[in-house]
C-alpha cells in the first residue's frame, strides 16, 4: 500500500515536473508560414519568428519535417554580385533575443518535396535545439506573403 | 564706454551679420539656380525620380540562341516589338526567385495594358540551371505564378552570351556528386528592362517592390515609347 502511495506521489511529481517544463519552455515560434510554389517545385521555404526567452544563448541543433527529404537553415546573402544561399549550422538565438526568417534573408530550405502542397494547407517542421527541447510546429502554407 | 558708444557699436554689429546673411543668401540662391539649370539638362535625356537604374545608352542584347519553354526559339528577335522583364534563375530555388516572381505577379496584375495591346510587356523567366530545369518543368514553373509567363533556357555557352552581356552572374556550388537536390545555384537578382528594340534599358535591383517596379516601368515606358 504504501508503496503504491509512493508510487503515485513519484508519478504526480513528474507529470508536474513535465507540464512545468513545457510551461517554461525557452523557445517561442511565431508567424511560421510558407508561400506556396508551383506544383513543380522540389524546394520551398519556410519563413517565422523565433524568440529565446531563457537568459541563455540557445543553438537550433536540427530541424526536419515529414513532407520534405531534409530542411537546412540558409541564409540568402549578395556575394560578388550574385544571391548566394550560405547553409547556417547550428544557428544561434542569442540570451532574451530572436530570429526572423523572410523572403531575402534567413529562410528553412525544405528540400525534396514528398508529397503535393498546397495554399490552405499546413506543412510539419519539428526543431530541436540545444537546451534539449523539441518543438514541433505547423507552418502555414499561403499565396498571400506575410511580412510580419 | 559711454552708453552711446555701446549702442553705436551694437548697431555696426547688426549691420556686419546683416550684410554677410544677405551675402550667404545670395550664395545658395546662386547655386540652387546653377543646379536647376544643370538638372535641365539632365531632365531632357533621362527619366528622373526613379528606383530603378536607367541606361544612359540603350544597349543591344545580341548573339545569343536559346529555347523557350514549348521549344520555340529565343534569340534577340524575341526581345523584339515589346518591352520586355529579364530574371535569371532557377527552378530550385526556395526564396530570391519565387520572391521575385511573386512581385512580378502583381506588377502583371496592375498592368493597365492587355495581352496584345501596346505597350504590354513580356516577362522571360531565364534558367541558369539548364541541366536540371528541362521545358516542360520551366513552364508550368513560371506560369503558376502568370499564365502570360515565359521561361527559357539553353546551353550553358549560349546563355553565357546573354548574361557576359547584361552584366549577370551566375555559378553552382557542390555541383559534383549526381544528386539532384544536392547542389544549389548563385546568380544576380537583377530584373532587367529591355526596349522594344531589344535594347537593354533598365536595371531593376532588389529589393523588389511591386508598386516601385509598376510605376518605374510605366515612367520608362512614357518617356522612351513604346517603338
Known amino acids: 500500500m504504501l508503496l503504491i502511495k509512493l508510487f503515485t506521489r513519484v508519478f504526480f511529481v513528474l507529470a508536474l515536473c513535465i507540464g512545468t517544463a513545457n510551461a517554461d519552455s525557452a523557445i517561442k515560434i511565431e508567424n511560421a508560414w510558407s508561400p506556396e510554389a508551383p506544383p513543380v517545385a522540389k524546394v520551398l521555404a519556410g519563413y517565422m519568428t523565433i524568440h529565446n526567452l531563457s537568459d541563455k544563448d540557445i543553438k537550433i541543433n536540427n530541424v526536419k519535417s515529414s513532407l520534405f527529404e531534409r530542411v537546412e537553415i540558409h541564409i540568402t546573402e549578395m556575394k560578388n554580385g550574385m544571391m548566394k544561399m550560405v547553409r547556417q549550422d547550428n544557428l544561434n538565438i542569442k540570451a532574451k533575443g530572436h530570429i526572423l526568417l523572410k523572403p531575402g534573408g534567413l529562410h528553412m530550405m525544405l528540400i525534396g518535396k514528398l508529397k503535393p502542397v498546397k495554399a490552405g494547407s499546413t506543412i510539419p517542421l519539428t526543431l530541436s535545439f540545444d537546451n534539449g527541447e523539441t518543438k514541433t510546429i505547423n507552418l502555414k502554407v499561403t499565396t498571400v506573403p506575410n511580412h510580419k | ?227
Open chain 2, 1 to 227: 564706454m559711454s552708453s552711446e558708444a555701446q549702442s553705436k557699436n551694437k548697431n555696426s554689429v547688426s549691420q556686419l551679420i546683416l550684410i554677410i546673411s544677405l551675402g550667404l543668401l545670395g550664395l545658395v540662391i546662386g547655386f540652387w539656380l546653377s543646379l536647376q539649370l544643370l538638372n535641365d539638362g539632365n531632365d531632357q535625356k533621362m527619366p528622373q525620380n526613379l528606383e530603378a537604374t536607367v541606361l544612359p545608352d540603350a544597349r543591344a542584347l545580341v548573339g545569343f540562341n536559346l529555347s523557350d519553354h514549348d521549344g520555340g526559339p529565343f534569340t534577340p528577335q524575341q526581345l523584339q516589338g515589346q518591352w520586355s522583364f529579364l530574371f535569371f534563375g532557377f527552378t530550385h530555388c526556395p526564396d530570391v526567385c519565387p520572391t521575385a516572381l511573386k512581385v512580378m505577379q502583381s506588377v502583371w496584375k496592375a498592368l493597365p495594358t492587355k495581352k496584345g495591346e501596346t505597350g504590354h510587356p513580356k516577362l522571360f523567366f531565364v534558367s541558369v540551371d539548364p541541366d536540371r530545369d528541362k521545358p516542360a518543368t520551366l513552364k508550368q514553373y513560371v506560369q503558376y505564378f502568370h499564365p502570360e509567363f515565359n521561361a527559357v533556357t539553353g546551353r550553358l555557352d549560349e546563355l553565357d552570351k546573354l548574361t557576359n552581356q547584361i552584366g549577370i552572374l551566375y555559378g553552382y556550388d557542390d555541383k559534383d556528386d549526381g544528386n539532384d537536390l544536392e547542389y544549389t545555384v548563385n546568380h544576380s537578382a537583377q530584373i532587367i528592362l529591355v526596349d522594344p528594340l531589344g535594347r537593354m534599358r533598365a536595371v531593376i535591383s532588389p529589393p523588389h517592390v511591386p508598386e516601385t517596379i509598376s510605376s518605374n516601368f510605366q515612367t520608362i515606358r512614357t518617356f522612351y515609347g513604346d517603338e
